[in-house]
T-cell receptor, first 113, second 116 residues
Framework: GENVEQHPSTLSVQEGDSAVIKCTYS??????FPWYKQELGKGPQLIID?????GEKKDQRIAVTLNKTAKHFSLHITETQPEDSAVYFC????????????FGIGTKLQVIP | DSGVTQTPKHLITATGQRVTLRCSPR?????VYWYQQSLDQGLQFLIQ???????AKGNILERFSAQQFPDLHSELNLSSLELGDSALYFC???????????????FGPGTRLTVT
């Protein structure tokens, strides 16, 4: 089955700096890679996703990159703000067929004002 | 607010007992997913239902079962509970069970289960 590794497990950055979270996956059949943000006491919320036919996707201060050959994908948050503090999960899945989503272990991001 | 509701929010029970967790998907969503989140295991996929039928199974124990009813709400039944079953249980829903338009999953707020 799919295995998703995520690092770092914790990340502290100063407000305004950038944060990068990296994930690797094992199953070459995976072609959909969502990122979720989980705030304390809440369920995960989809913040951005990328399909395997795209190398990069941006949404304001958030970007995701995908290297299919190396089976790596990364989340980049620029100009971090205190409200970005949360746990971030990467995941891998397939777009076709019934989904079994495999999540990374999570990264706790702390943005220091 | 994702539109997915889960009840109860908290549940405290003893080992050996049985509990039922309930999930109502977003209006119009046919697919429901159950996840278990614990500190050491992260977010683990348990099972998926689409329009009343089981469609995918993950790391779900035999002591656990689920179903989706005609009104599309779903229940996760956990029996013979053990201390290690203490975790957050999330339900998520998506529009369909398969195909490119189905991929966005919306998570509920979760049920925190504590087994003592």
């Amino acid at each position: 089955g799919e295995n998703v590794e995520q690092h770092p497990s914790t990340l502290s950055v100063q407000e305004g700096d950038s944060a990068v979270i990296k994930c690797t996956y094992s199953d070459s059949a995976s072609n959909y890679f969502p990122w979720y943000k989980q705030e304390l006491g809440k369920g995960p919320q989809l913040i951005i996703d990328i399909r395997s036919n795209v190398g990069e996707k941006k949404d304001q201060r958030i970007a995701v990159t995908l290297n299919k050959t190396a089976k790596h994908f990364s989340l980049h948050i620029t100009e971090t703000q205190p409200e970005d503090s949360a746990v971030y999960f990467c995941a891998a899945s397939t777009l076709w067929g019934y989904q079994k989503v495999t999540f990374g272990i999570g990264t706790k991001l702390q943005v220091i004002p | 607010d994702s539109g997915v509701t889960q009840t109860p929010k908290h549940l405290i029970t003893a080992t050996g007992q049985r509990v039922t967790l309930r999930c109502s998907p977003r209006s119009g969503d046919l697919s429901v997913y159950w996840y278990q989140q614990s500190l050491d295991q992260g977010l683990q996929f348990l099972i998926q239902y689409y329009n009343g039928e089981e469609r995918a199974k993950g790391n779900i124990l035999e002591r656990f079962s689920a179903q989706q009813f005609p009104d599309l709400h779903s229940e996760l039944n956990l029996s013979s509970l053990e201390l290690g079953d203490s975790a957050l249980y999330f339900c998520a829903s998506s529009v369909r069970g398969r195909g490119p338009s189905s991929y966005e999953q919306y998570f509920g707020p979760g049920t925190r289960l504590t087994v003592t």
